[in-house]
């Protein structure tokens, strides 16, 4: 995933995997000062996501 790619990214269709990938792609852009607001709202929506699902799990 690019930068570009954010903004068509479906956190609700994603595998859990593939959200933390995001998470940490997100946080690795933020390090180095690269992100924006779309990956900042993507960072939030793929956190939670991925929570209700864990919550959903009972983890």
Same mark, same amino acid.
């Given at each position: 995933?690019?930068?570009?790619?954010?903004?068509?990214? $479906?956190?609700?269709?994603?595998?859990?995997? %593939?959200?933390?990938? @995001?998470?940490? =792609?997100?946080?690795?852009?933020? #390090?180095?000062?690269? $992100?924006?607001?779309?990956?900042?709202?993507? %960072?939030?929506?793929? @956190?939670?996501? =991925?929570?209700?699902?864990?919550? #959903?799990?009972?983890?």
């Amino acid at each position: 995933m690019d930068r570009f790619q954010v903004a068509s990214f $479906d956190e609700t269709k994603a595998p859990s995997g %593939k959200l933390v990938e @995001v998470i940490a =792609l997100c946080v690795c852009w933020e #390090q180095q000062a690269l $992100d924006d607001r779309p990956s900042r709202a993507l %960072k939030m929506r793929a @956190v939670a996501e =991925l929570d209700k699902r864990l919550s #959903q799990e009972g983890r």
